[in-house]
């Protein structure tokens, strides 16, 4: 998930903020059960106005904002936390149960849905078993939403339209949160006979 933070400090000097970027609530937690050690709660720190921060993984986590008025030798600093927590989810995929690839603009490819995957493999197979499309993607991005990806648009291996009917697709992927996520089912593909 990309997160763009902006600065709305009205007295603040121009390059003298601290962005600091804690790290999964729950990891914190963990770490510190049964310690009396400090625990180093900071992921990172950003010297930026407005800074652009991207959650990899899932977890919860919190933003402070630390605002500098510098005059001279003298400073004035303001701390700032954000409200609400920042929410990354965890890894998801969904996928259609109709494809229509019959050219009318609707429906055409047959898209799957996910989010916070690092890798992801799609096959789609016939009704006999026979794989006749493949699919993959490592170190996959776009965590703003739902990342969706055209895998098949109706052709098979060979280049020729695949026939109306019932297909199978077998779906693995290893999500950012360190989940192997896997997903297989049935779909129906409808096109307009010739």
């Known amino acids: 998930m990309v997160v763009t933070f902006t600065n709305t400090s009205e007295n603040g000097t121009p390059g003298a903020y601290e962005w600091f ?8 937690k963990k770490e510190s059960e049964g310690s009396t050690a400090a625990i180093d709660s900071i992921e990172i ?9 991207t959650y990899e993984n899932s977890g919860t ?11 001279g030798n003298q400073a004035c600093v303001d701390t700032f936390y954000l409200e609400n927590y920042i929410v990354a989810d965890t890894s998801f995929i969904a996928v259609p149960n109709v494809f ?3 050219g009318d603009g609707t429906n055409d490819n047959f898209v799957v849905k996910f989010w916070s995957m690092k890798s992801i493999e799609i096959d789609i197979f016939n009704r006999w078993g026979k794989r006749i499309h493949s699919w993959q993607s490592g170190d996959v991005r776009g965590f703003e939403g739902t990342w969706t990806e055209t895998v098949w648009d109706g052709r098979g291996m ?4 695949a026939s109306p009917g019932v297909y ?7 999500g950012r949160d360190g989940v ?3 997903k ?3 779909f129906h593909l409808f096109r307009d006979k010739d």
């Open 168 to 174: 199978y697709y077998a779906i693995k992927g290893e």
């Open 184 to 186: 297989e089912g049935f």
């Open 158 to 161: 060979g280049g020729k339209y």
């Open 100 to 102: 229509t690839p019959n």
């Open 61 to 71: 986590y919190m933003v402070k904002l630390v605002s500098k008025k510098i005059t």
């Open 21 to 28: 970027f804690f790290r999964n609530l729950d990891d914190i």
């Open 45 to 53: 720190v950003a010297y930026d106005d407005s800074p652009v921060y």
């Open 180 to 182: 192997t996520r896997r």
